[in-house]
């Protein structure tokens, strides 16, 4: 465990009422970032960017029927970025105005970075960057750090879980957490078959009320701190390696607002990911928000190898 600084979070909420989404226009299988991604599966066909772009379209729309303010924001078509549907590996929005860029692995996913998608968020939703921190020069070294795929925040708690992995380096992390005033609880993660999960957020996401983790994929001598770290201030879901293969660890608590309901939480998942979770664990998921929106992106879940989360990149409004 690496302890960072963890000033007090008055006020902070857990949940963001906004996203970036970014509609792809090149979706497909990435050879360049298949071997640290067990998830991905080669494949597909002329029509899979096509398929690829209604699921996102569906998707979107879905969220903003949901009241979730949406920004949709353009893939340009050169150069071709067949990952670039999942924007918050690179790039996050805070409550205080910081905007953070972060270092990715895959030098075909570092084109994604985009200084026009930051103005379509503030010209969208309203955000004003007041800050920018800008991580990226450890691409340079060899070190990378993907966002709130590396990074599952608590953000009351002021605490950022981190599974060490080649696409999540822990002198990275740490850099971050002193940058943002958190705390940075990392640890070791496998699969069933021994190879590091790539993401944390794979296996964990954390709501206002429930966290879900993929504990028995946590290493032995991390898995007790962490869950009793997460079990401080949140109900445990624990979900099995099969499970977390079907994404039921992706998912993600957003904020809305209904006009005779008020405030709101929705979970969303895919539905992959909800015919995966057992019957009882689906129950108590469902019960510790308000709804749960579940939808379907299998192409994008199994040529991009990552889900609904990987998809959305809050946006913390002031």
């Known amino acids: 465990m690496e302890e960072g600084i963890k000033p007090g979070a008055v006020g902070a909420v857990q949940c963001a009422s906004a996203v970036l989404m970014v509609r792809p226009r090149h979706f497909g299988f990435n050879a360049e970032t298949a071997p ?22 569906e998707f979107a729309a879905a969220l903003a029927g949901e009241g979730v303010s949406v920004c949709v924001a353009q893939d340009s078509d050169e150069p ?21 860029l972060y270092p990715m692995q895959a030098v075909s996913r570092r084109v994604e970075r985009r200084r026009e998608i930051l103005d379509a968020v503030a010209r969208d939703t309203g955000f004003e ?31 950022a879980y981190a599974c060490r992995s080649p696409r999540t380096d822990e002198s990275v992390a740490r850099e971050w957490a002193e940058q943002m005033g958190f705390a940075l609880e990392s640890f070791a993660a496998i699969d069933m078959r021994g190879a590091p999960i790539y993401h944390t957020n794979v ?21 007790e701190r962490v869950a009793a770290r997460l079990g401080a201030g949140h109900e445990i879901l624990p979900i099995s390696d099969a499970e977390m293969s079907a994404f039921a660890g992706n998912v993600l608590e957003l904020g809305s607002w209904d006009e005779y309901l008020g405030d709101m939480r929705i979970l969303v998942m895919s539905a992959a990911a909800q015919r995966a979770l057992e019957a009882r664990k689906y129950a108590r998921l469902y019960a510790s928000v308000d709804a749960v929106l579940a939808v379907p992106v299998d192409v994008i879940e199994r040529h991009g190898g990552g889900s609904v989360r990987c998809m959305l990149a809050e946006v913390f409004l002031k």
């Open 203 to 223: 296996l964990m996401s954390i709501g206002t009320r429930m966290a879900v983790v993929a504990l028995e994929n946590i290493a032995a001598a991390d898995r």
């Open 129 to 159: 960057i007041r800050r920018i921190v800008d991580l990226t020069h450890h691409e340079k070294s060899g070190r990378f750090l993907e966002g709130t795929g590396s990074l599952v925040l608590d953000h009351r708690e002021r605490v």
């Open 80 to 100: 071709r970025k067949p990952d670039a549907v999942f924007p918050n590996n690179w790039v996050s929005f805070h409550a205080d105005g910081t905007v953070v």
């Open 36 to 57: 640290s991604n067990r998830f991905q599966q080669p494949g597909g066909s002329d029509l899979t960017a096509a398929q690829a772009v209604a699921e996102f379209d």
